[in-house]
């Protein structure tokens, strides 16, 4: 029951290949404030998202709400275990059993003139700041002071 996520980025002269399993996310911040900064690894590896609670529940697992941190978890059906927060990751072999899956999702975005750096954070980032709330902290502190910037996002 330790599993782990893993997200890949591939930075070609005007693509990124971005490969993702579980919850580390990828942001990308641009030269404008006025332009929304974005997340790039959607769809989230979540277990309240519809077609991966499908695939878990036909493989005779279920996912249900934590009564601790209300968050929804997955489990063997009937069961109090493993309670995995995400629905795809590597190594977890039980958690294989009941539908959660290695396979990544792969997205491939182009490089825009507006783009200025990307940001990839596990859940503990993003569950507390928006991507536009990162890419502010790093504009600010940046490549002055990245120490700053690495303790005021987490």
């Known amino acids: 029951m330790s599993g782990t ?3 890949l980025v591939i930075q070609l002269p005007r693509k990124l290949i971005i490969g993702w399993v579980g919850d580390t996310l990828v942001s990308v911040q641009k030269r404008e404030k006025v332009t929304k ?5 959607k769809p989230f590896h979540m277990p309240d998202v519809t077609t991966e609670k499908i695939r ?9 709400r934590n009564v601790f941190d209300k968050k929804s978890k997955i489990y063997v ?3 109090m275990y493993p309670g995995l927060s995400v629905s795809r990751s590597l190594g977890d072999l039980l958690a294989h ?3 959660v899956k290695s396979e990544p999702d792969i997205y491939i975005a182009d490089i825009l003139p507006s783009d200025k750096f990307i ?18 902290i790093i504009y600010e502190f940046g490549l002055k002071d990245p120490g700053t910037s690495c303790e005021l996002i987490t």
């Not at 900064?37 to 690894?41: F, R, V």
């Not at 878990?56 to 249900?64: A, C």
């Not at 954070?121 to 536009?132: K, Q």
């Open 56 to 64: 878990i529940y036909n493989n005779r697992g279920e996912t249900r």
């Open 37 to 41: 900064d974005l997340i790039l690894t």
């Open 77 to 79: 059906r009937g069961r």
């Open 119 to 136: 940001t990839i954070a596990t859940d503990g980032v993003w569950s507390h700041l928006a991507a536009e709330e990162v890419g502010e």
């Open 5 to 7: 996520s893993a997200t």
């Open 97 to 99: 059993h009941i539908g």
